[in-house]
């Protein structure tokens, strides 16, 4: 069964920092690529960050400079820190996991998400 679990969003102040972090089990994570997507009100689902299985980050614009994702193996966990947040960045943020490119399985998971608010 696989399961990605995200956990630390709340409602901060605008310029106020949280770090979310995704906890996976059932995949392979190690071989696993991670990423941070988050959907606002209204809006389409939006990739925020992503990390390969080999370490390689790729933002997104709107939060490059901002936002740093990490992973560690020994924990299966992907996190997600941001700082300067803007009410902009209010957002419901997913976890989401597939395969590196030299796997021989396919999938692609995500979380249930963890509610971000910036609001003054």
């Known amino acids: 069964q696989v399961q990605l679990g995200e956990s630390g969003g709340g409602l901060v102040q605008p310029g106020g920092s949280l770090r979310l972090s995704c906890a996976a089990s059932?995949?392979?994570?190690?071989?696993?690529?991670m990423g941070w997507y988050r959907q606002a009100p209204g809006k389409e689902r939006e990739l925020v960050a992503v990390i390969t299985s080999g370490g390689s980050t790729t933002y997104a614009d709107s939060v490059k400079g901002r936002c740093t994702i990490s992973r560690d193996n020994a924990k299966n966990t992907v996190y997600l820190q941001m700082n300067s947040l803007k009410p902009e960045d209010t957002a419901v943020y997913y976890c989401n996991s597939r395969p590196a490119w030299n796997s021989p399985l396919r999938y692609d998971y995500w979380g249930q998400g963890t509610q971000v608010t910036v609001s003054s």
């Open positions: 059932g995949i392979i994570f190690s071989i696993s690529d």
